[in-house]
């Protein structure tokens, strides 16, 4: 385990709030268009912590520890007949159960066609469920049908294949057509229509596919397409994009275009980018516990990768158990693979330093509310913020329960990635946020 040092300072980070040193960068306005995007999360599935374990694993080609597959399985099974055993009646969504995946409608062709997509930072390619899909792969998924659109052409010896960590596969073939994100429009898009599909997707009938919104040097395509990155400069009011993410709620958005500055508090502070391996990667510099004075310092700069397309939060494992060790009745289950904490307890924030080599800082605080995530028994629940575990050679991957504690502004032109305050809603009883219900952490 990499060692790291610790020293006292005088006051304790603020809570929810961000201290930063740098500027933001200026945008200069030009011809182009700005758009917003809802999102919605899934609410018509349980959480299940393993599950979402697994799927990043998978996702980042990591290893997968025995044992954890037949758990997800077992998990399914369960849930299929549960769900089996309500045909005929009516079975409400919890709102604790949402947040798992957040999907935003997405038009693709003329006339165009309707589908809910994941917005996937951790990704570049654009692919989607079709008429192509081998129909042991499709499960309740809307299809898009490129037959029935008039702007849709077959890249001729064009296909793309996306081998994960359990050496299952998506693979298909490459189209050029239309994609619109409300008033917003790219011609000769490519448009990824996959023949296979993976069961960790499969899995997911409300999601109809990716956009990749990571770097285009890790597309899949063979020979390499475009990725949507190439075309959004050039195309919107301002080379920028933004997340905002609510707990419990549909009632974020993804922003294109433009920062719509009634979403945050404060200024939005920025740190480097480094997009050596095609992700938004930022260096994770150290880390304090809500309630202490203590902070924690790397003694190198953890890499982590932002990613909309991951909702768990994994800090590096040193920080993590570092954390634990301050949540009573915490402990780490070999059943479950991950760390559980008592249901109705009150975890401390998780306080996290971004940084970069020209000296800029990004401060924020994580609620501990957040990390009371999915039951596991009737008393524990696992954790919102896990490990990928000490012997990875990935650090982190900072997902949607991070994204939810903040404003966040990926700025593409200038390869950095801000963040910045917002007002907080931290009741994990509450399906969709209600006027009034949130304040600052």
Not at 354 to 378: E, Q, R
Not at 387 to 413: C, H, N, R
């Amino acid at each position: 385990m990499a060692s790291f040092t610790r020293f006292f300072v005088a006051l304790a980070f603020c809570v929810s709030l961000f201290t930063v040193v740098t500027s933001s960068p200026a945008f200069g306005a030009k011809a182009g268009k700005t758009v917003s995007l809802p999102v919605a999360h899934n609410a018509d599935l349980p959480r299940h912590g393993p599950t979402d374990y697994l799927r990043t694993l998978k996702k980042y080609k990591l290893k997968i520890p025995d044992g954890l597959q037949e758990v997800v399985d077992a998990h399914k099974a369960t849930h299929r007949k549960a769900v089996d055993a309500e045909i005929g009646g009516s079975a409400p969504a919890s709102s604790r159960d949402g947040d798992l995946l957040w999907i935003t409608p997405v038009s693709i062709g003329e006339p165009p066609q309707e589908l809910f997509l994941d917005l996937d930072t951790g990704s570049s390619d654009t692919w989607l469920f079709s008429t192509d899909t081998d129909k042991k792969g499709v499960a309740g998924q809307t299809l898009w049908d490129p037959s029935k659109s008039s702007t849709a052409h077959l890249v001729q010896n064009c296909s793309w294949s996306i081998i994960y960590g359990d050496f299952s596969t998506s693979e298909g073939i490459c189209y050029r057509d239309t994609i619109s994100f409300g008033n917003l429009s790219i011609a000769n898009m490519t448009i990824e229509s996959a023949t296979e599909v993976s069961s960790m997707f499969t899995d997911s009938a409300y999601m109809s596919g990716l956009v990749g919104l990571a770097w285009p040097s890790i597309i899949q395509t063979v020979p390499p397409q475009k990725g949507l990155l190439d075309f959004l400069p050039q195309t919107l009011s301002q080379p920028v994009f933004t997340v905002d993410l609510r707990h419990n709620s549909s009632d974020g958005t993804f922003n294109f275009g433009y920062i719509d500055d009634s979403l945050h508090g404060d200024q939005v502070e920025y740190v480097d980018v480094d997009t050596t391996d095609g992700f938004w990667t930022v260096s994770h510099k150290g880390f304090s516990i809500g309630g202490s004075e203590i902070k924690y310092e790397f003694n190198e700069a953890r890499e982590v990768i932002i990613d909309t397309g991951s909702t768990l939060f994994f800090a590096p494992d040193e920080a993590v158990s570092t954390y634990f060790d301050s949540v009573p009745g915490a402990n780490y289950s070999y059943r479950d693979y991950g760390w559980v904490i008592p249901c109705n307890s009150t975890p401390p924030d998780f306080i996290y330093e971004l940084g970069d080599a020209a000296g800029n800082t990004v401060t924020g605080s994580i609620p501990g509310a957040y990390f009371v995530y999915a039951h596991t028994s009737n008393e524990l629940c696992y954790a919102g913020i896990q490990s990928l575990g000490s012997f990875s050679e990935m650090q982190g991957i900072f997902g949607d329960i991070f994204l939810k504690s903040g404003f966040a502004v990926f700025d593409i032109a200038n390869r950095k990635f801000g963040m910045a305050p917002k007002l907080l809603n931290t009741n994990n009883n509450k399906r969709e946020k209600k006027a009034g219900d949130e304040g600052r952490s």
